[in-house]
């Protein structure tokens, strides 16, 4: 047995691997038997394995991975290393497999994605973004093929059949986002021969802790273009008068607005005396900060621009005119009023689903990343899965320096530029991580003033990300990127052809710094992990100051600290004090993301009874027979007239019509709750008490309203001409267009900070909703 598996067998709250590393032996002896079999002959192998049911006994697991890793070894010329099996070996227990960087993810996620395969699973890989789902797919596709499973991938491109076709392959590819808007538009079909999607069954989640837990709160959108409303035009000029710092103030990252007292005052007064904080009109308030928000914090040129009459969207992360997005729901008519240009079609809210919502709907989950264990008792609480720590192939021998602290934000980054101008003379490759973009732009311009040329990820494209940042590790080179930017890609020593690996291995390898420590060590961890991979040189240091976010707001005390000339503290109480604030900083992430997931217990729970009632009108025709108990004689008048097929027809489509228009209701009604719920200030009540106190009585009389409205509606529909029933003409019509969005904030978080434009996500084939 390696050292290096030895040493870590004993890893507390970890996934005993003892049961997987006696098994190495025995596989490894079949190689020699399995080299002498044709293509054919070791793809029967593999087809054989499919005679049984999971979970795999001993020896057929022995019997999966000697067959697995000979098929890579033939197709893609890589012959699995032993801790890459150990990897597959607890996916297909269901665990989350912690394999450093580098460490080969892609080959053992394939090879548990054709063990589940090959014993009649269906498997959804899930991505991070769609030019990984794409990459991987594509990059696995020969190994698949001798192993005789069915691959396909899924792109935000790919049309609603591409999407069907996809699907039904043995193991597919997916971005997480677009998994998502499929899940959320086949929610909405009105006859079951449109969904896309099969059966949850499996999901192996690469990248699983950003998936399941930076991302897992981030709701996903479907939204469809609904009636227009009225633009807000009183509240817009209302809110164009406030006086800034006096009526209102605007919070220092200029992401928040609040009224102040006197702006409360003020409005309240100009409106005519109206109690903003009213318990039993609630609906001024929203309006007011919506107005607010569009007028005080979203500005002309930066956040849109005013084209041809019409306000267009900068999408902020990618500098770009972003042409068919648009803010959700008031927000857009609210900047349209306040610009005075003509209103839209707005957006509505269908239906949305999280990402933890999204991923708990498989009945098995297992997944891989390079850090895992420090979230492992998340991964625990929310999705019951176990975390697998995977040695390394070879030992990492990177040099961690850990942080350089220093006073001011000014003295940080002067040491930063000075420690990449003598690192960058010797031309070892360095790479610089940022908070967001905006950070990494102010950096570079830095840098460039400083004569020294770097390249920066901008965010602008997956693909052209991952090109760049394959280079970071050439001779010289200096690249600039966020945390998340090129996520997936290997940086190779030397370039991605590896051309000069031996001139920057002698000058240490790649030189990861952080421009500030991230909210949460996990996230350090993970640009860490950019240097030093499979047993290469590298090194890492993170320069924080005193006034970064992280320490200002977290740190219990950020004054009294002695700095030197230039400084730096270098006092070990106050390096723990950086360690402390980010512990309190993961505190509240984990506060909020746990908040999230109460509220959305509830919300899950009513839209599944809305789901399974609407799964019977589907299937069973529920609507129909319903119809024929309420409506008994206009029902049968119908029957004689247009015949039964035609009249379930209508009856399922008006039926459906009533669901989802009540659905969409309520769920704008639990988003209007939570929200008033916070502008409320309810000090020491309980939110979520208040929340579900209101929420679930709504939902009481649901499904029995829509069967009336149905009745309603189907009281008045009528045969035409041609003998069919135009339900449109009694009013059931479904929205002209979709599009899909992901909200990266929770827009509820606090007041409309997060709905402005941060969102992704296009139009979506619009066919697929009428
Ligand atoms: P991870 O996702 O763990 O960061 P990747 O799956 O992207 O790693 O693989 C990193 C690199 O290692 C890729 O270039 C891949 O081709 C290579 N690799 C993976 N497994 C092996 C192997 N068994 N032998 C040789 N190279 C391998
Ligand atoms: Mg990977």
């Avoid at 999408?315 to 009023?337: F, H, K, T």
């Avoid at 039926?655 to 309520?666: A, C, I, K, Q, S």
């Avoid at 309203?705 to 009745?711: D, F, I, K, S």
Wanted: hydrophobic share 40%.
């Amino acid at each position: 047995m390696a050292d290096s598996v030895r040493r870590l067998l004993g890893k507390p709250g970890a996934v005993d691997l003892r049961p997987y590393t006696k098994l190495l032996e025995s596989i490894e002896a079949r190689e020699p038997d399995l080299r002498d079999l044709s293509d054919a002959e070791l793809t029967d192998r593999a087809t054989e394995l499919g005679s049984a049911d999971l979970p795999y006994d001993r020896h057929d697991l022995v019997e999966l991975c000697a067959v697995g890793r000979e098929a890579a070894r033939r197709t893609l010329d890589e012959r699995p290393f032993d801790v890459q099996l150990l990897g597959v070996m607890a996916l297909l227990d269901g665990h989350i497999a912690e394999m450093a960087t580098g460490e080969g993810k892609t080959l053992s996620g394939a090879l548990a994605a054709a063990g589940f395969a090959l014993r009649g699973q269906r498997v959804h890989v899930l991505s991070v973004n769609d030019y990984l789902a794409r990459r991987d797919a594509e990059w696995m596709a020969p190994l698949y093929d001798m192993l005789g499973v069915a691959v396909a991938w899924i792109g935000e491109e790919s049309t609603a059949e591409e999407r069907r076709a996809a699907y039904s392959a043995d193991v597919t590819y997916a971005s997480v986002s677009e998994l998502g808007f499929d899940v959320l538009r086949d929610r909405m079909v009105t006859d079951i021969e449109q969904r896309v999607v099969p059966e949850p069954s499996i999901a192996l989640i690469d990248e699983a802790d950003s998936v399941l837990v930076d991302e897992a709160r981030v709701p996903l959108v479907l939204a469809g273009a609904a009636e227009t409303t009225d633009a807000d035009v009183e509240m817009a000029e209302l809110v164009r008068h406030l006086t800034p710092g006096t009526d209102y103030e605007i919070d220092p990252e200029g992401r928040n607005v609040q009224l102040t007292e006197a702006g409360i005052d003020r409005v309240e007064k100009e409106l005519g005396g109206v109690d903003l904080y009213d318990e039993d009109d609630t609906s001024v308030l929203p309006r007011v900060n919506l107005a607010l928000h569009a007028h005080a914090l979203l500005q002309r040129d930066v956040h849109y621009v005013v084209r041809d009459g019409e306000v267009r969207l900068i999408n902020e992360s990618r500098g770009r005119i972003a042409l068919l997005q648009r803010w959700p729901d008031g927000l857009q008519a609210a900047v349209e009023a306040k610009e005075r240009v003509a209103v839209s079609d707005t957006g509505e809210v269908l239906d949305s689903i999280t990402v933890q919502s999204l991923v708990l709907r498989y009945p098995t989950r297992c997944g891989m990343t390079g850090t895992a264990m420090a979230v492992a008792d998340q991964l625990r609480e929310f999705y019951e899965l176990e975390v697998a720590v995977i040695p390394p192939n070879k030992p990492c021998i990177r040099e961690d320096e850990g942080t350089r602290l220093y006073a001011t934000r000014e003295e940080k980054e002067d040491a930063l530029v000075e420690e990449i101008a003598e690192v960058h003379a010797t031309g070892r490759p360095i790479l610089i991580g940022t908070q967001d973009v905006a950070e990494s732009e102010l950096l570079a311009k830095r840098l460039g003033a400083d004569g020294l040329e770097c390249v920066v990820l901008n965010a602008k494209n997956d693909a052209d990300e991952a090109a760049i940042i394959a280079e970071a590790g050439t001779y010289g080179a200096i690249t600039v990127s966020t945390q998340m930017a090129g996520r997936g890609t290997d940086i190779r020593l030397g370039g991605s052809d590896m051309a000069d690996r031996d001139r920057v291995v002698e000058k240490g390898g790649l030189y990861v710094m952080g421009y500030g420590r991230y909210p949460s060590s996990r996230l350090d961890d993970q640009l860490r992990g950019r240097a030093g991979r499979q047993g290469d040189p590298g090194a890492s240091a993170y320069f924080v100051s005193v006034e970064d976010d992280l320490v200002a707001n977290n740190a219990p005390e950020t004054r009294g600290y002695e700095a030197q000339g230039d400084g730096a503290i270098t006092d070990e109480s106050w390096l723990r004090m950086v360690d402390h604030a980010q512990r309190v900083s993961e505190g509240k992430l984990l506060e909020v993301h746990r908040n999230t997931w109460r509220y959305n217990q509830l919300i899950d729970v009513q839209r599944g009874v809305v789901l399974e009632h609407r799964e019977a009108v589907l299937r069973d025709d529920l609507g129909d027979r319903q119809l024929s108990i309420d409506c008994p004689a206009h029902h049968a008048e119908l029957v004689e007239a247009a015949g039964a097929e035609e009249t379930a027809r209508a009856a399922r489509l008006i039926t459906l019509y009533h669901l989802d228009r009540g659905w969409t209701d309520h769920n704008a009604f639990l988003a209007e709750l939570r929200e008033g719920i916070h502008l409320r200030f309810l000090g020491r009540r309980d939110p979520l008490d208040e929340f579900n106190r209101d929420a679930v009585p709504a939902f009481k009389g649901f499904l029995d309203e829509a069967r009336a409205r149905a009745a309603e509606t189907f009281a008045e529909a009528e045969v035409g001409e041609d003998g069919t029933i135009d339900v449109a003409e009694v009013g059931v019509k479904r929205p002209t267009m979709t599009w899909t969005y992901m909200v990266h904030d929770h827009p509820f978080s606090s007041g409309l900070e997060t709905a402005i434009g941060r969102f992704r996500g296009k139009l979506s084939a619009s066919g697929q909703m009428a």
